[in-house]
């Protein structure tokens, strides 16, 4: 191929492959190397050009192609010192692949050839490989930008109104009897009809998909036969992932997104930009490495050979440095701007915000995001953890940041499991979780409420199995969390008796019922609604088959009827998801927001809340003060996670008293009936009651 840059003197200021229309502008982000080649490949993937980057501004290298435009196959090469006691890993013999790749095409094969060092030296990683890596690595493709939007807006629905179904992309539809053959397994088949029309039906207004963008399949996996199902080894952050393109063209990830808008539902993505899949220095150079190691990785302070890990996977992404941080910016509004996307969910999010090793709320990454007006319009949810010092920090993001709670989850499953002095662990994750987020202005729609996620049990293997079982992944069932607060109740896994189901199934009524009734915002795990079973694997991130998937021809289309209604439950009645936090405290007219009762219509009092054996609890709640147009909504609530009992209904200021309207131990749980003075609430269920009447009540 005869092709040579431009000599028109200009720089653009955008980083990747950028088509015009006429050619095709190249840019990349290097601080340290020395020159840097773009490399053109043929469709069968062979070298046509090897052409130096002429420019350089800063530390931006570029060039400008006249003739060249979408298709186009490229990929970098960076020359610079290879000196890993300094923290630099330049090896010009190893292609990589553009941080700013929009698509990548080719197939990845792992060699050994892919490593920056000789595999097998008696110098490790010191040492320099020379072999050439581009056989095995993928390639860059130039884009072109279109895309027919004609009619799709963003939805941007308020916290309030939002329910999320966590969902994969394949999982969600490779066994789906009605989604055609040709599309499981891809963004159009996540999009077909039979999906969308089941979400709607369900009541979910947000699907959270997991990662998405272009990721690696850990060699240790392939070697065992087995693949990154999960996601969570991203290597490219502007590109979509090709096994989940039917045609190779990354407009159906477009068309996906156009078509959930059409259905009113939006579009979350779970990114992850604390690490990469090039591990820590004993891994491959494939693209950040090979550019600059040193900008793009935090290295150990104590010595620049060594990586410093706080995600667990061998590296931690350097946003701290203001490049990268750009680049994960870009990556951001690229997703929301040209692909539509309605939000994320931030991976090991704490990583982000460490401002020289520690998390600090008002650092650089938080700061960007919030005079962002692109980006702090969107959706925004950080995994507020990771595995570095200090790592934990539930309630610690600022707004407009809601995040994954999992003291939700564990507290939740604690109390219907039976734990001993649940109660008051209760009380605040149904009123949002105020310990941890009532401050600094933030809303009570800052907790994402959840009862399990892809990471860890389903609902059902929740209350089937007592342990762990990951045999399948092949680590002898080391890995996993060990502590789950499930319980098997009677039966390690499938049972056919008939007493042990009814009990799991009432179980998981109520979990999800919590979910559903508590302030904050809910997040299903998807197939919960179908009694979907992982068979008592907690961490399935290399289970690309029957135990990763939803089985469809097993659902339990009686639950997944009363989720539905459930769902409808929450949506029905404002006063459970509300975004200011109720206040317990009278005000001059000496109303309250929230009261708490024992079963005889007490209010509870400090011996109720240190009773470790106490078992239910009612809870009156009413419209916070501040919802001024809307109705006055109340509703009376008992838990029960003890054994059937009867209590005694507070007093309403209503001639006709209270209404139940909600018993998850019914046959249909929405069935309504007046309530008299006194109820009998069945073990293991919630019930819920609303006034006969609309006048003003006030707790008694």
Not at 330 to 348: E, P, Q, T
Not at 356 to 364: L, N, P, Q, S
Not at 400 to 406: A, G, H, Y
Not at 513 to 524: D, E, F, H, I, R
Request: with cysteine.
């Amino acid at each position: 191929m005869n092709v040579a840059f431009s000599e028109l003197d200009f720089i653009k200021p955008e980083l990747g492959a950028e088509y015009t229309g006429q050619g095709t502008h190249f840019a990349v982000f290097s601080a340290h190397a020395e020159k840097i080649e773009l490399c053109l490949f043929s469709e069968d993937g062979r070298e046509t050009a090897r052409l130096p980057l002429p420019k350089r501004e800063g530390d931006i290298w570029s060039g400008y192609i006249e003739g060249i435009g979408p298709g186009t196959l490229y990929g970098y090469r960076a020359h610079g010192p290879y000196d890993p006691h300094n923290g630099h890993r330049f090896n010009p013999n190893k292609l990589l692949i553009d941080p700013y790749a929009k698509q990548v095409a080719g197939e990845f094969v792992w060699d050994d050839a892919l490593f920056g060092y000789t595999i097998g030296s008696a110098d490790g990683d010191l040492s320099f490989d020379e072999r050439d890596s581009a056989p095995f690595m993928v390639k860059g493709v130039v884009q072109d930008p279109d895309f027919d939007w004609a009619g799709e807006e963003a939805i941007r629905r308020p916290w309030t109104e939002t329910i999320i179904y966590e969902a994969h992309v394949r999982g969600m539809t490779m066994t789906h009897p009605m989604v055609p053959d040709e599309l499981r397994g891809t963004f159009l088949g996540m999009a077909s009809d039979p999906i969308v029309e089941h979400l709607l039906k369900l009541g979910i207004s947000a699907v959270e998909l997991m990662p998405a963008q272009y990721f690696l399949d850990d060699r240790y996996l392939v070697e065992r036969g087995l693949t990154n199902y999960w996601g969570y080894q991203p290597l490219g952050f502007f590109a979509p992932h090709p096994r989940y393109l039917k045609g190779g063209r990354i407009t159906e990830f477009k068309t996906m997104v156009k078509k959930f808008h059409a259905a009113g539902i939006e579009v979350l993505m779970d990114v992850v930009y604390n690490h990469t899949a090039e591990g820590s220095e004993r891994g491959p150079t494939l693209s950040f490495r090979g550019l600059d190691n040193l900008s793009y990785y935090r290295q150990s302070p104590e010595k620049l050979r060594h990586t410093y890990d706080t995600t667990g996977t061998g590296n931690t992404l350097n946003v701290a440095h203001p490049l990268v941080l750009r680049m994960v910016l870009d990556s951001l509004r690229y997703w929301v701007g040209a692909m539509h996307i309605d939000g994320f969910r931030f991976d090991l999010a704490s990583t982000l915000g460490r401002e020289y090793m520690e998390f600090d709320r008002e650092g650089g990454f938080f700061d960007a995001i919030r005079q962002d007006p692109m980006l702090a319009g969107v959706k925004l949810i950080a995994e507020p953890w990771d595995i570095g010092e200090g790592g934990y920090q539930l309630g610690g993001f600022p707004p407009p940041f809601r995040e994954w709670n999992d003291r939700f989850r564990d507290d939740v499953r604690r109390f219907w499991k039976g734990d001993a002095g649940m109660i008051p662990a209760l009380a605040q994750r149904l009123l949002g979780s105020p310990v941890e987020f009532r401050h600094s202005d933030r809303a009570a729609t800052s907790s994402i409420n959840l009862v399990s996620a892809h990471d860890g049990f389903t609902l059902l293997d929740t209350v089937s199995y007592g342990e762990k079982h990951n045999e399948a992944n092949g680590e002898e069932n080391r890995d996993g969390h060990p502590e789950n607060h499930s319980d098997n109740m009677g039966a390690e896994g499938a049972t056919e008796d008939p007493a042990i189901n009814a009990a799991r199934r009432r179980r998981r009524l109520a979990m999800l019922a919590t979910l559903m009734v508590s302030q904050g915002v809910p997040m299903m795990l998807g197939g919960d609604e179908l009694a979907n079973s992982q068979r008592g694997n907690n961490n399935a991130y290399c289970q690309d088959n029957e135990i990763g998937w939803l089985d469809w021809q097993a659902a339990d289309e009686d639950f997944l009827d009363l989720c539905r209604k459930l769902i409808s439950f929450r949506k029905e009645h404002p006063v459970l998801r509300q975004e200011r936090f109720l206040d317990g405290e009278p005000d001059e007219n000496g109303r309250v927001e929230i009261a708490w009762y024992k079963a005889d219509a007490s209010p509870m009092d400090e011996g109720a809340w240190q009773n470790g054996e106490l078992r239910l609890i009612g809870a009156w709640l009413r419209r916070a003060a501040t919802a001024e147009a809307a109705p006055a909504g109340e509703m009376f609530l008992v838990l029960n996670a003890g054994p059937d009992c009867e209590i005694a209904l507070p007093r309403a200021q209503h001639a006709e008293g209270w209404r139940r309207v909600l018993c998850t131990a019914a046959d249909d749980v929405r069935g309504t009936h007046g309530a008299a003075d006194r109820e009998v609430i069945p073990a293991q269920s919630i019930a819920a009651f609303v006034p006969h009447a609309t006048g003003s009540t006030a707790p008694a």
